[in-house]
């Protein structure tokens, strides 16, 4: 059975710092591309960053470049997101999500069950 859980989420006040982790399981994720969603309240869920199993297609949206940082661990089936310079907009619930290719889908086959990131004015 595959499974993506996250963890790291929290309460940070502006301008702090998270680092959330995704670690997979259940299968093989060669050539798999991992990335984050997110979801705040009242809204629709939004794609935040993709990275391709070799680590050389990554994609941002453009809110949080230079902001939020993926990366993953191949050798723990794992990926990140590491985020500064948190603003109160950041607020959401994020996703993990995984499928074959160089980047996240619209409608990944995977999907982990949330981690709450509240970023405070």
């Known amino acids: 059975q595959v499974q993506l859980v996250e963890s790291g989420g929290g309460s940070v006040q502006a301008g702090g710092s998270l680092r959330l982790s995704c670690a997979a399981s259940?299968?093989?994720?060669?050539?798999?591309?991992m990335g984050w969603f997110r979801q705040a309240p009242g809204k629709e869920r939004e794609f935040v960053a993709s990275?391709?199993?070799?680590?050389?297609?990554?994609y941002y949206v453009d809110s949080v470049k230079g902001r939020l940082t993926i990366s993953r661990d191949n050798a723990k089936n794992t990926v990140y997101l590491q985020m500064n310079s948190l603003r109160p907009e950041d607020t959401a619930n994020y996703y993990c999500?995984?499928?074959?290719?160089?980047?996240?889908?619209?409608?990944?086959?995977?999907w982990g069950q949330g981690t709450q990131v509240t970023v405070s004015s």
């Open positions: 990275i391709s199993w070799s680590g050389g297609d990554i």
């Open positions: 259940g299968r093989t994720f060669r050539g798999y591309a």
């Open positions: 999500a995984a499928n074959p290719g160089l980047r996240v889908a619209a409608t990944p086959d995977y």
